[in-house]
C-alpha cells in the first residue's frame, strides 16, 4: 500500500521515512495507561539500550519531545546545585547546551572551538587541569550537524575518566548510524531521538543513562517538573508507563523503525549513507560548490555547503525550485559563512543523491553559476 507521493528530506531530521514506518501507525486506538502498551514501551526501551550498551547496566528513560528535550532533561536532572559542567561548544548544538544551562541557572564553563576543526584535546585537558572549581559533568555534542563535525568521544571519555567526570553526550544525529559503545566511551548519559537515524516519526526523544546513577543521584530539589529524569525513570520502573501520555501511534512507529534498523543492521545503514555522500560529494565538487570540514572528520551523514557567489542567488529560491520538485533541503546554521546544508539519512539511496544533484546543477545553470555547455 502507498501512503503518498514520496518527498525526499535531505534535512538533518525528520528524515525520509518508510511506507512500513508510516503504516505502523494506524493502529487501534489504545489507552497509554493499559499494560498491552507498557509491553511496548518496555521493548522498545530495551532494544534502543541495546544499540549503544548493556540492557542489564544501562536504561532508557523516554520524553515525548524533540531530541532538545533530552538534552535539557539531563543537564537541568544531573547537574546538582553546586556542580559544575563544562560544555564543549563547536556548534549551534553545543552553543544550545549552553543556552539550556544559562536557563536554569547551571553552573558552568564553556570550552569553545572552532566549528569545522578538530578538539584541541591538550587544551581541553589544560582547562579541566587549571580549573579552580571540581569540574562534575562535561557535555559534548557527538555529531554537530553545524557542519557535519564528528567529535573524538572516545578520547574525550578518557580525559573524563582520567578526572572523575561524568560525560553527557548529545548523541541525537548519530544515534543508530555511528557505532557507539557507552561503557567503552565512557559514557554516564546519552540524549538521542526518533526522527534521525532511526528513521522514525518525530516526537520522542530519550536519555539513555547508567542504571546505578539513575537509582542514586537523585537531587533534593528537582529543578524541572516534566523533564525530571530521576522521576521519569522511577515512574517506568514501577509501572512500565510514562508519567505523562505519550505520543502513542509515534511510538508504533518507533517500534516499526527498530525493527527495520535490526534488518539492514547499523553497520549496513551507515554504509548505505556514506555511499549517499560519497555521491553528494563527488557531485558538488564537479558542479563547483565548496564544502566544509576535513573528509577525515567529517561524519558522512550532514554537509555544509558554501552557498553559490552569483548575483541573484538566493537561499529561498534555490529550496523552493527543490522543494517543489521533491527534495527538501536545509539552511546553514554558521555565522560567519554563507551555507546551506545537504543530509544524507534517513529511506534514500545513492540513486536518488544523483537525481537531486541533477536538480542543482540544472538550477545553478540557470543562475549563471555554472556555463551551460
Not at 581541553?124 to 550537524?145: N, P
Not at 532511526?198 to 526523544?205: C, H, K, T
Not at 512500565?240 to 516499526?256: C, D, E, I, N, W
Request: hydrophobic share 40%; charged share 25%.
Amino acid at each position: 500500500m502507498k501512503l503518498a507521493s514520496r518527498k525526499i528530506l535531505l534535512t538533518p531530521g525528520p528524515a525520509t521515512t518508510t511506507d512500513g514506518v508510516k503504516l505502523a501507525q494506524v493502529v487501534p486506538d489504545i489507552c497509554p495507561r493499559e499494560k498491552e502498551f507498557g509491553r511496548l514501551l518496555k521493548s522498545v526501551c530495551t532494544e534502543l539500550t541495546c544499540i549503544v550498551s548493556d540492557s542489564e547496566k544501562y536504561t532508557t528513560v523516554l520524553f515525548g519531545g524533540s531530541g532538545t528535550a533530552a538534552v535539557e532533561s539531563i543537564l537541568s536532572s544531573v547537574v546538582e546545585r553546586g556542580g559544575l559542567v563544562l560544555i564543549v561548544n563547536n556548534g549551534a548544538y553545543g552553543k544550545r547546551m549552553c543556552e539550556i544551562a544559562e536557563a536554569y541557572g547551571l553552573g558552568h564553563l564553556v570550552f569553545h572551538s572552532p566549528a569545522h576543526s578538530a578538539l584541541d584535546l591538550t587544551a581541553l585537558e589544560s582547562l579541566l587541569d587549571k580549573s579552580r572549581r571540581k569540574i562534575t559533568h562535561m557535555a559534548v555534542v557527538h555529531h554537530e550537524t553545524t557542519t557535519g563535525l564528528l567529535n573524538d568521544i572516545e578520547a574525550i571519555g578518557a580525559l573524563c575518566l582520567k578526572y572523575g567526570i561524568h560525560l553527557i553526550v548529545d548523541a541525537i544525529s548519530s544515534f543508530a548510524a555511528i557505532p557507539i559503545d557507552m561503557r567503552k566511551m565512557n559514557i554516564h548519559y546519552l540524549a538521542a531521538s526518533s526522527n534521525k537515524n532511526l528513521q522514525a516519526m518525530a516526537g520522542i526523544s530519550f536519555v539513555i543513562a547508567e542504571t546505578e546513577l539513575l537509582e542514586k543521584n537523585k537531587p533534593n530539589t528537582p529543578k524541572n517538573y516534566y523533564l525530571d529524569l530521576h522521576a521519569q525513570y522511577r515512574f517506568f520502573a514501577e509501572t512500565y508507563q510514562t508519567r505523562f501520555t505519550p505520543p502513542v501511534q509515534t511510538l508504533y512507529a518507533l517500534k516499526q523503525a527498530i525493527e527495520e534498523l535490526k534488518e539492514e543492521g547499523i553497520d549496513q545503514r551507515y554504509a548505505r549513507y556514506k555511499k549517499c555522500w560519497e555521491t553528494l560529494i563527488a557531485g558538488i565538487t564537479r558542479i563547483g560548490l565548496k564544502y566544509i570540514a576535513s573528509d577525515n572528520l567529517h561524519s558522512k551523514l550532514v554537509t555544509s555547503i558554501f552557498e553559490p557567489n552569483v548575483d541573484g542567488y538566493s537561499f529561498k529560491e534555490m529550496h523552493d525550485y527543490l522543494h517543489s520538485r521533491g527534495y527538501t533541503i536545509y539552511p546553514g546554521k554558521l555565522d560567519e559563512f554563507n551555507t546551506f546544508r545537504i543530509a544524507n539519512i534517513g529511506d534514500i539511496s545513492y540513486k536518488e543523491i544523483e537525481s537531486f544533484l541533477v536538480l542543482l546543477e540544472t538550477y545553478l545553470i540557470r543562475k549563471g553559476f555554472i556555463k551551460d555547455a
